[in-house]
């Protein structure tokens, strides 16, 4: 978890709301992705960036919008959610994109939608 | 698929006792990774063992990966309670479309009792 920091830790949202996921890190690495994890699933990989591009959408629906304003900064937005959509949203790094080198992941943001 | 699977998927044991998990998978990886995730929290890296490598050691952790059988191994030596968390595999390897990706098994939930 060091080098990759996530806010808020929690979040308890309506399905009408507007909310964002901050994802920061700070080990230099170009590539940062967003993982979503339920329970009993398998994480499942939503969104890749690679210095600032996105190269992966894991056909995740639209109200889950990501942006990466540059290759330190992730954000997550999220709009009129389902209650399905409650889990443990992770952020990761790494110093390229895929699966050479090992990922570093931030403590998660537990997302209740009610 | 690239997914890996865990075996067992539960295990409990006392302190002092080693640990034994398993993963299997079923395409040609490039590498695979162990990690370990405490109760709600991020995940952190252990050991990445590549293909063309047998055994690797950290610490009190061994792995060993076999590439014929398509299996891997985690070992964790003279457990302690802290040890108590939830272990994945991670296979790394290319996709379909050619682009290289990290998948993670449901994991292996491990219990060391004091």
């Known amino acids: 978890e060091t080098g990759v920091t996530q806010t808020p830790r929690h979040l308890v949202m309506g399905m009408t709301n507007k909310k964002s996921l901050k994802c920061e890190q700070h080990l230099g690495h170009n590539a940062m992705y967003w993982y979503k994890q339920s329970a009993k699933k398998p994480l499942e990989l939503m969104f890749v960036?690679?210095?600032?591009?996105?190269?992966e959408n894991n056909s995740v629906p639209s109200r889950f919008s990501p942006e990466c304003p540059n290759s330190s900064h992730l954000f997550l937005h999220l709009h009129t959610l389902q209650p399905e959509d409650s889990a443990l949203y992770l952020c990761a790094s790494s110093p390229t994109p895929g699966g050479y080198y090992e990922q570093y992941f931030g403590p998660g943001t537990r997302l209740t939608v009610t | 698929s690239q997914q890996g699977e865990e075996d067992p998927q539960a295990l409990s044991i006392q302190e002092g006792e080693n640990a034994t998990m398993n993963c299997s998978y079923k395409?040609?990886?490039?590498?695979l990774q162990w990690y370990r995730q405490n109760s709600g929290r991020g995940l952190v890296h252990l050991i990445l063992?590549?293909?063309?490598?047998r055994e690797k050691h950290s610490g009190r952790l061994r792995v060993t990966l076999d590439t014929s059988k398509k299996s891997s191994s985690l070992l964790i030596t003279a457990s302690r309670a802290a040890d108590t968390a939830s272990y994945f595999c991670?296979?790394?390897?290319?996709?379909?479309?050619?682009?290289?990706?990290?998948?993670f098994g449901k994991g292996t939930k491990l219990t060391v009792n004091p």
């Open positions: 395409t040609s990886i490039n590498n």
């Open positions: 063992i590549r293909s063309n490598e």
């Open positions: 960036y690679n210095f600032k591009e996105q190269t």
């Open positions: 991670a296979t790394a390897g290319r996709t379909q479309g050619g682009s290289e990706k990290l998948v």
